[in-house]
């Protein structure tokens, strides 16, 4: 995708990421991947940051990461990954597990550049 890799980590919390992610899309960042907080734990509050933050919820995103990696394991069905849309800015919140991370990047790779141009006002294909 030609994408500048970089990473951040911030505190627990909806606040923290709902204001980060405004931020990253008023700076005009096209695509963010979030790693963690898509559990069914008590921190695990990366579904609700999304959802407050006024985006747009892209529900097929985040079902083909469960339906494609209940291939490597049953436990994707406890998992509240999220794909949404923040103006022109993709967001996708994938589990906290590197391995699971990096699984549903690969799930996900045939589809990016298409939905990130999508989100970003490109024509249809």
Same mark, same amino acid.
């Given at each position: &995708? #030609?994408?500048?890799? #970089?990473?951040?980590? &911030?505190?627990? !919390? $909806?606040?923290?990421?709902?204001?980060?992610?405004?931020?990253?899309?008023?700076? !005009?960042?096209?695509?963010?991947?979030?790693?963690? @907080?898509? !559990?069914?734990?008590?921190?695990?509050?990366?579904?609700?940051? &999304?959802?407050?933050? @006024?985006?747009?919820?892209?529900? !097929?995103?985040?079902?083909?990461?469960?339906?494609?990696?209940?291939?490597?394991?049953?436990?994707?069905?406890?998992?509240?990954?999220?794909? $949404?849309?923040?103006?022109?800015?993709?967001?996708?919140?994938?589990?906290?597990?590197?391995?699971?991370?990096?699984? #549903?990047?690969?799930?996900?790779?045939?589809?990016?550049?298409?939905?990130?141009?999508?989100?970003? @006002?490109?024509?249809?294909?």
């Amino acid at each position: &995708l #030609g994408a500048q890799v #970089g990473h951040e980590l &911030l505190p627990d !919390g $909806v606040e923290p990421l709902r204001s980060r992610l405004l931020e990253l899309a008023d700076a !005009g960042m096209r695509l963010c991947i979030c790693t963690g @907080g898509t !559990g069914l734990g008590p921190r695990d509050c990366t579904p609700e940051a &999304l959802l407050q933050s @006024g985006a747009v919820e892209v529900e !097929g995103i985040a079902e083909m990461f469960r339906s494609e990696s209940r291939h490597y394991t049953t436990l994707v069905w406890l998992s509240r990954a999220r794909a $949404v849309r923040i103006g022109r800015m993709l967001v996708i919140a994938l589990p906290g597990s590197p391995r699971a991370a990096r699984q #549903g990047m690969e799930i996900l790779a045939p589809i990016l550049a298409h939905a990130v141009g999508m989100a970003d @006002g490109a024509a249809q294909a």
